[in-house]
């Protein structure tokens, strides 16, 4: 079994906190400081039981590093996709980010929400929602989240949607068994100009974990988004 401890590793929360919203989830955690707005975007499958607060340890390590650093938090309702995607596209409009980086399913969601004057960095994303349904990832979590067959939601599944429009890197461990790297692979093969960087031996959590040995390749793949 893959080693999870990050996600419930203490870390310190946020200097504060930014509602864009009257729901409860509608809600922003900031680690403001003088350099480029990060947006992190937290996985879970979609699944209400998972937020945030688990991303803590990678947005502190981010802001050590000297980054402004945004944990989205966002609507999570089974059957309601639209939701969560206005939800994303609100967030990031409100923040402006330099990046968006999101992880596994929230790697689906920058991959549909992205500003267009945002680079994307996707880390094991969903991101292609028929191949994810067809595998049965996390006990059927694509047709939960969505409320149906993705043939239903055509544009909500990356792999059939146009690219961001700011420069993307997806980064995939290669031993990922949450979400496995012909996701990414089938992506890549349907938006070429996507940079697609494979982790050998890596699992899903791990591009989470500043304690990981994979970390210091994610932050690497971060820093050559921001603008120079």
């Known amino acids: 079994m893959e080693n999870r401890a990050v996600l419930t590793r203490p870390a310190p929360g946020p200097v ?8 409860a989830d509608q809600v922003i955690d900031l680690w403001p400081d003088e350099g480029p707005v990060v947006a992190l975007v937290h996985g879970g499958f979609w699944r209400p039981e998972y937020d945030r607060t688990h991303l803590r340890p990678m947005a502190n390590a981010l802001h050590r590093a000297g ?3 945004a944990a989205v938090e966002y609507r999570r309702r089974p059957g309601d996709p639209a939701a969560t995607v206005a939800d994303l596209r609100a967030a990031v409009g409100l923040l402006q980010p330099s990046v968006v ?5 929230g790697g689906h969601l920058a991959l ?3 500003p267009a004057g945002a680079a994307v960095l996707a880390l094991a994303p969903v991101a292609d929602l028929r191949l994810a349904a067809r595998l049965g990832l996390d006990g ?5 989240f969505l409320g149906g067959p993705p043939d239903d939601h055509p544009g909500l599944d990356p792999v059939r949607l146009p690219a961001p429009a700011g420069p993307l890197v997806i980064v ?6 949450r979400v496995p790297v012909e996701l990414s692979e089938s ?15 890596a699992g899903h959590f791990v591009l989470i974990d500043p304690e990981s040995r994979t970390w210091p390749l994610v932050e690497r793949a971060l820093t050559a988004l921001l603008p120079v």
């Open 67 to 69: 980054y402004s650093v």
């Open 187 to 201: 992506y890549a093969a349907a938006h070429p100009a996507a940079s697609l960087v494979r982790v050998p031996g």
């Open 140 to 144: 059927g979590a694509v047709t939960d």
């Open 172 to 177: 995939h461990g290669t031993a990922d068994e």
């Open 112 to 114: 549909c929400a992205a």
């Open 16 to 23: 504060r906190a930014l509602r864009y919203g009257p729901d």
């Open 101 to 105: 980086v999101g992880h596994s399913a």
